[in-house]
T-cell receptor, first 116, second 113 residues
Framework: DAGVTQSPTHLIKTRGQQVTLRCSPKSGHDTVSWYQQALGQGPQFIFQYYEEEERQRGNFPDRFSGHQFPNYSSELNVNALLLGDSALYLC???????????????FGSGTRLTVV | AQTVTQSQPEMSVQEAETVTLSCTYDTSENNYYLFWYKQPPSRQMILVIRQEAYKQQNATENRFSVNFQKAAKSFSLKISDSQLGDTAMYFCAFMQAGTALIFGKGTTLSVSS
């Protein structure tokens, strides 16, 4: 049973560019959440997608946007990259209404984004 | 807004010893869930243990146990018989039903032989 898959593993972008990160949820999961983890810090919630709609959003600017596809996979887009966007971006999947609280989320290994 | 505080940035312990990681949180809600996650160098966040706030009994998973003090809003993790493979960053996390996980800043645990 495949877990959460994220691509690419590492990425280097230039300030001002745009980037797209991808996530395939664990088989059977229908909800995808994105987190930003700065070096040495805890993950910060960006947003969550369910039924192809943004369900919740954290305190992130509109430069951060996302999408969920009918197969439940998801993309995170960041426009006008800043040096401060350099971080590990984690994707987590879950199943709405089904033991979310009991089992938490299944996380991917993340995409390390470096903005230069 | 809910917050999670981990006051120990780094901890060190010898193999076979016991270590306790601290976590406090702030919420006005009565029903919520608490988690400890482990993040090894591989970066993948792994669920260690969870606790439902409505349960009085402290959760236990093999060598891992929690001390949940609801009134004090405290949720510490005890690791018994520490192993080299326990070396990782540990995050305390809070969640209300239907909302996102909120993480603390983490504690880096080093287990040495």
């Amino acid at each position: 049973d495949a877990g959460v898959t994220q691509s690419p593993t590492h990425l280097i972008k230039t300030r001002g560019q745009q980037v797209t990160l991808r996530c395939s949820p664990k088989s059977g999961h229908d909800t995808v959440s994105w987190y930003q983890q700065a070096l040495g810090q805890g993950p910060q919630f960006i947003f969550q997608y369910y039924e192809e709609e943004e369900r919740q959003r954290g305190n992130f600017p509109d430069r951060f946007s996302g999408h969920q596809f009918p197969n439940y996979s998801s993309e995170l887009n960041v426009n006008a990259l800043l040096l401060g966007d350099s971080a590990l971006y984690l994707c987590a999947s879950s199943l709405v209404g089904r033991d979310i609280e009991n089992y938490g989320y299944t996380f991917g290994s993340g995409t390390r984004l470096t903005v230069v | 807004a809910q917050t999670v505080t981990q006051s120990q940035p780094e901890m060190s312990v010898q193999e076979a010893e016991t270590v306790t990681l601290s976590c406090t949180y702030d919420t006005s809600e009565n029903n919520y869930y608490l988690f400890w996650y482990k993040q090894p160098p591989s970066r993948q966040m792994i669920l260690v243990i969870r606790q439902e706030a409505y349960k009085q009994q402290n959760a236990t998973e093999n060598r891992f146990s929690v001390n949940f003090q609801k009134a004090a809003k405290s949720f510490s993790l005890k690791i018994s018989d520490s192993q080299l493979g326990d070396t990782a960053m540990y995050f305390c996390a809070f969640m209300q039903a239907g909302t996102a996980l909120i993480f603390g800043k983490g504690t880096t645990l080093s287990v040495s032989s």
